[in-house]
C-alpha cells in the first residue's frame, strides 16, 4: 500500500535554532517527492520538488535531501524564524499517475 | 496574477441540500485536483483531472461529483451533503508533474 510517514507529529523549537523533519514513504514506482508549506487556514505553498536523480534541493534556508534507496527524505530549515511556524507536508507521486500520496504532515512552533 | 480562485470561502448549509463549490485557474494547467482536510487526518484527494473531459477519482471520493468541461474550471459538487464532509476544502492546478498551486480553501458546514 502507498504510504507516507512523517515524523515527528509537531515540533517546538526556539528561534534562530535549526531542526530537521523527516518523510518515510512506501510509495512504488516513484516519479517525484514534494515538499510543502502550509500556514493554518491556508494553502500549501510548494518548497521543492525532488526527482529520483536529485539528492539535494535547497529553497533558501530551506533544504530538502532524498535517498531513494532507503526511502527517506528530509527537510532541514537553518535559523529559524517566527514565519516558520506552520505545518510541513511531505508529497510523493507515482510514475504515470496524478494520484499524489500526502503524509499527514509535521506542525512546527517557533518560540521567541 | 497566476492564482487559483475557489468559491466561497465560506459556506454553511443544512443536510441534503445540494451545492458547488467552484475552482477557476488563470495558468492553462492540465492537472486539477481537489483534497478535503480534517484535524488529525490530513490532507486527502478527492478526485483529480489530468485534462478537459478526464477525471479520475481520488481516496475520498464517496459523496463527491466532479466535471471538467473547461480547462480552467474544476467545480465540486456535493449532491446530498452530510455532517460528515464539514471539513476544510483546498483546490489545486499544475502542469503534469509539477508543484500545485493551491487555492485559499472553502470552509464548509453541514447541519
Known amino acids: 500500500k502507498n504510504q507516507v510517514e512523517q515524523s515527528p507529529q509537531s515540533l517546538i523549537i526556539l528561534e534562530g535554532k535549526n531542526c530537521t523533519l523527516q518523510?518515510?514513504?512506501?510509495?512504488?514506482?516513484?516519479?517525484?517527492l514534494r515538499w510543502y508549506k502550509q500556514d493554518t487556514g491556508r494553502g500549501p505553498v510548494s518548497l521543492t520538488i525532488m526527482t529520483f536523480s536529485e539528492n539535494t534541493k535547497s529553497n533558501g534556508r530551506y533544504t530538502a535531501t532524498l535517498d531513494a534507496d532507503t526511502k527517506q527524505s528530509s527537510l532541514h530549515i537553518t535559523a529559524s524564524q517566527l514565519s516558520d511556524s506552520a505545518s510541513y507536508i511531505c508529497v510523493v507521486s507515482a510514475s504515470g499517475a496524478q494520484k499524489l500520496v500526502f503524509g499527514q504532515g509535521t506542525r512546527l512552533t517557533i518560540n521567541p | 496574477e497566476a492564482q487559483v480562485t475557489q468559491n466561497p470561502r465560506y459556506l454553511i448549509t443544512v443536510t441534503g441540500k445540494k451545492l458547488t463549490v467552484t475552482c477557476s485557474q488563470n495558468m492553462n494547467h492540465e492537472y486539477m485536483s481537489w483534497y478535503r482536510q480534517d484535524p488529525g487526518l490530513g490532507l486527502r484527494q478527492i478526485y483529480y483531472?489530468?485534462?478537459?473531459?478526464?477525471?479520475d477519482k481520488g481516496d475520498v471520493p464517496e459523496g463527491y461529483k466532479v466535471s471538467r468541461k473547461e480547462k480552467r474550471n474544476f467545480p465540486l459538487i456535493l449532491e446530498s451533503p452530510s455532517p460528515n464532509q464539514t471539513s476544510l476544502y483546498f483546490c489545486?492546478?499544475?502542469?503534469?508533474?509539477?508543484?500545485?498551486?493551491f487555492g485559499s480553501g472553502t470552509q464548509l458546514s453541514v447541519l
Open positions: 489545486a492546478s499544475s502542469f503534469l508533474g509539477a508543484k500545485l498551486f
Open positions: 518523510c518515510n514513504y512506501t510509495v512504488s514506482p516513484f516519479s517525484n
Open positions: 483531472s489530468m485534462n478537459v473531459e478526464v477525471t
